[in-house]
């Protein structure tokens, strides 16, 4: 038996039939993406059930130079959990059998959670004692914690509590020669050296396993307004998005814009989505604010000065929750609907808020001249920047031929981002998507440092091999 293969026979001695998947159907859903793009192969699928047992399976790994990819819910966007050993001869190691709330302090406003549990079920955890965990993402009931805290993840409420990284006050994490830091602290206030949990927040794996963390709750809002408004530009919902930083200031929890094309397409092809607005526009916003019981009125007192000074042409403000979820379903369903109209070339871009309509105007004219015909869909999390600028296949276009200028398009405006200070990857991260972007645009100096960290903590490139870096 080679070295590899006695590793594998100890492993499953480990983790037991419960936490061992050989079969080629029984490992299929862990080996791809879900959009499709990325396979991969492994020797099998490992599911640790404790701290103590992934501690012991990566110190064999490390030792017979077994590689390792880990796994949560699987629902990145960049190929980040999806193995790519050219032998197939790694693992997959899920973390969805650690999927125990360790514990909820009111007081403190904390909660110790496992990996493995799934976002929506920390969120209602939060809510079953009058408190908000307030990280919300479109693959909230599927996604694990490990993998949002991996990813440093989004969402839509980035706007006013921050990226998952801000939401951590401490982590449990196995490295890759099987030893497990014990960083589960629940302060506020820690000035005690180098913060090492945020060497493993954003990692994505790369330099060791998360398999518990303390996360930050808070309070839950009195009172929550949603609205969507239509105008004729991006500059003047961006002068709509000071009106109101500048009137609510963190009441505003979120900020959202979508344009025409993104909005028709969410409606024409997802049952439960309607447009509230008779006529069209450019450029729509999807505000809401979280605070006080009097929000309502300052809400409405900023959008009818809006509409007066011709900021916007149209507006419409939830009058109950059933109201408002039909507005968050628009702006959810956009993904969706976006694969009913063929091969989409998609970017994860982040810019500085003032430079959004620049950006908008630029891209636009660079897709007008290199992908004639191509079809923007753009929307995303305007209040901190984020846009997911899309574009679908001219209509008729074969998709598959299509989808050949992704690299090239890429570039282009991977090109352009950076030109005006903007970041290639705003929430989805590297993984092997964006290898080479991260070569490309990353300074010599930046990426001097990240292959330091990563021989420190990983010399034997065990913790998923060809990812980030």
């Not at 061992?20 to 492994?42: H, N, S, V």
């Not at 507005?327 to 070339?345: D, F, M, V």
Request: hydrophobic letters at 40%; charged letters at 20%; a neutral charge.
């Amino acid at each position: 038996m080679t070295n590899q293969s006695i590793a594998l026979q100890k492993i499953q001695n480990i983790v037991g039939p419960q936490g061992w998947i050989e079969t080629k159907g029984g490992m299929e859903p862990y080996l791809r993406e879900w959009r499709g793009r990325y396979q991969g192969a492994a020797a099998a699928v490992i599911s640790p059930k404790s701290t103590n047992e992934m501690a012991r399976v990566l110190k064999i790994c490390n030792k017979a130079g077994l590689g390792v990819v880990p796994q949560g819910g699987n629902t990145g966007l960049v190929g980040g959990g999806v193995p790519d050993f050219p032998g197939g001869d790694g693992i997959v190691i899920s973390t969805q059998r650690l999927n125990v709330i360790r514990d909820i302090n009111p007081l403190n406003q904390t909660m110790t959670v496992e990996a493995g549990v799934i976002l929506a079920h920390i969120q209602q955890a939060a809510k079953d004692v009058g408190l908000l965990f307030p990280l919300s993402l479109g693959a909230e009931g599927t996604c694990c914690i490990g993998g949002n805290i991996s990813t440093n993840a989004g969402g839509v409420q980035v706007l006013r509590y921050g990226n998952t990284r801000d939401l951590v006050l401490g982590l449990e994490v196995v490295l890759a020669d099987g030893r497990t830091w014990d960083g589960l602290r629940s302060l506020r206030k820690d000035n005690t050296g180098y913060d090492l949990k945020h060497l493993f927040m954003g990692a994505e794996g790369s330099l060791g396993i998360i398999t518990a963390a303390v996360l930050k709750l808070y309070s839950r809002p009195q009172a929550k307004e949603t609205a969507l408004c239509g105008c004729a530009n991006a500059g003047n919902l961006l002068e709509i998005f000071q009106r109101l930083n500048t009137s609510v200031g963190n009441t505003l929890s979120a900020f959202e814009i979508m344009n025409r094309f993104s909005l028709e397409i969410a409606v024409k092809h997802v049952l439960a989505v309607n447009n509230p607005f008779e006529n069209p526009h450019s450029q729509y916003a999807l505000i809401e604010l979280s605070g006080h019981d009097g929000i309502r009125s300052t809400l409405k007192y900023i959008l009818d000065q809006a509409l007066e000074d011709g900021l916007i042409a149209d507006a419409f403000i939830a009058k109950s929750r059933a109201e408002s979820d039909q507005l968050w379903a628009i702006r959810h369903a956009i993904p969706e609907a976006q694969k009913h109209e063929g091969g989409s070339i998609k970017h994860d871009i982040s810019v500085p808020v003032s430079s959004i309509e620049e950006f908008l105007t630029r891209a636009s004219d660079l897709v007008e001249a290199n992908l004639p015909g191509g079809r923007i869909c753009a929307f995303g999390h305007a209040g901190d920047g984020n846009i997911h600028f899309n574009i679908s296949q001219p209509l008729g276009a074969d998709t598959d031929a299509y989808l050949k200028n992704w690299d090239t398009i890429n570039r282009i405006i991977h090109d352009l981002i950076v030109s005006i200070g903007g970041s290639f990857s705003a929430e989805h991260g590297i993984g092997q998507m964006k290898r080479g972007d991260l070569k490309r645009y990353k300074s010599d100096v930046e990426l001097d440092l990240m292959r330091a960290l990563k021989k420190a903590l990983d010399p034997c490139n065990t913790m998923n091999p060809g990812k980030v870096i």
